[in-house]
């Protein structure tokens, strides 16, 4: 339960699910980027992260992982 590992590790799926232009893995790569930074307290980049999730789902039109991301981004709101 390394947060700092786990982001290193998200990130280099992200690189990779970008490089492949697989958006599904690009958003579910963010979804655990932004849950590492919040247990990490970085609550401002995190948001960004979230954000993407919803991003890509708007995008795709693929929406599974909404509600968590809103949820996530409101819990950073009320940390900062």
Same mark, same amino acid.
Do not use: W
């Given at each position: 339960? $390394?947060?700092? !590992?786990?982001?290193?590790?998200?990130?280099?799926?992200? %690189?990779?699910?970008?490089?492949?232009?697989?958006?599904?893995? %690009?958003? !579910?790569?963010?979804?655990?980027?932004?849950?590492?930074?919040?247990?990490?307290?970085?609550?401002? %980049?995190? #948001?960004?992260?979230?954000?993407?999730?919803?991003? #890509?789902?708007?995008?795709?039109? %693929?929406?599974?992982?909404?509600?968590?991301?809103?949820?996530?981004?409101? $819990?950073?709101?009320?940390? #900062?």
């Amino acid at each position: 339960q $390394d947060p700092e !590992k786990a982001f290193v590790e998200f990130k280099t799926a992200l %690189e990779l699910a970008q490089s492949l232009n697989d958006r599904i893995r %690009e958003k !579910k790569a963010a979804r655990g980027l932004g849950a590492s930074l919040q247990r990490q307290g970085k609550y401002r %980049e995190a #948001i960004k992260y979230h954000s993407m999730v919803l991003d #890509i789902s708007a995008q795709e039109g %693929e929406t599974s992982g909404n509600t968590e991301a809103y949820g996530a981004i409101a $819990d950073c709101y009320t940390e #900062i």
